[in-house]
């Protein structure tokens, strides 16, 4: 057999074979782009989790540097909003704090709780839905320094 010959039998189709590969990337590469989406969408998912958890630590911990209540409250909104507007795209946000442990006297000990609620958009396409994602912490207050409830 000559090298012509071989190399013909090679690319031999066989009858009704013709098409074929173009059927075939017509039904997988639309599950491959589903696929590459459910992925992004995981990982934007994950990544708003963890950037909500830290803001609430950081805001949990801004509350309990404060002196009194109602500053602890102030300072840590503010910095609550100030991250969730520079690092997460969430419109929609609760941050709830449970500032009880200004009340509690010097001497024992009393912690800060910041719960920040994010609904976060996936990918920002029309049609798919939005996550809420939820954090809660925790920071001690200083147990003799002087605190005001």
């Given at each position: 057999?000559?090298?012509?010959?071989?190399?013909?039998?090679?690319h031999t189709v066989a009858p009704g074979e013709r098409g074929?590969a173009a059927i075939e990337a017509v039904i997988v590469i639309?599950?491959?782009?589903?696929?590459?989406?459910?992925?992004?969408?995981?990982?934007?998912?994950?990544?708003?989790?963890?950037?909500?958890?830290?803001?609430?630590?950081?805001?949990?911990?801004?509350?309990?540097?404060?002196?009194?209540?109602?500053?602890?409250?102030?300072?840590?909104?503010?910095?609550?909003?100030?991250?969730?507007?520079?690092?997460?795209?969430?419109?929609?946000?609760?941050?709830?704090?449970?500032?009880?442990?200004?009340?509690?006297?010097?001497?024992?000990?009393?912690?800060?709780?910041?719960?920040?609620?994010?609904?976060?958009?996936?990918?920002?396409?029309?049609?798919?839905?939005?996550?809420?994602?939820?954090?809660?912490?925790?920071?001690?207050?200083?147990?003799?320094?002087?605190?005001?409830?």
């Amino acid at each position: 057999m000559t090298t012509s010959a071989r190399h013909a039998a090679r690319h031999t189709v066989a009858p009704g074979e013709r098409g074929s590969a173009a059927i075939e990337a017509v039904i997988v590469i639309p599950v491959m782009i589903l696929l590459l989406l459910l992925v992004m969408a995981g990982g934007q998912i994950a990544l708003a989790r963890q950037t909500v958890q830290a803001i609430a630590t950081d805001t949990a911990r801004t509350a309990s540097l404060a002196r009194t209540a109602p500053t602890a409250k102030k300072s840590a909104l503010a910095a609550a909003h100030q991250a969730l507007d520079q690092q997460v795209a969430c419109p929609d946000r609760n941050i709830e704090m449970d500032l009880r442990g200004f009340a509690a006297p010097v001497g024992t000990p009393a912690s800060v709780s910041v719960t920040v609620t994010c609904r976060v958009s996936t990918l920002g396409l029309p049609g798919l839905p939005g996550v809420t994602v939820t954090a809660t912490m925790q920071s001690p207050i200083d147990s003799y320094r002087g605190r005001q409830p």
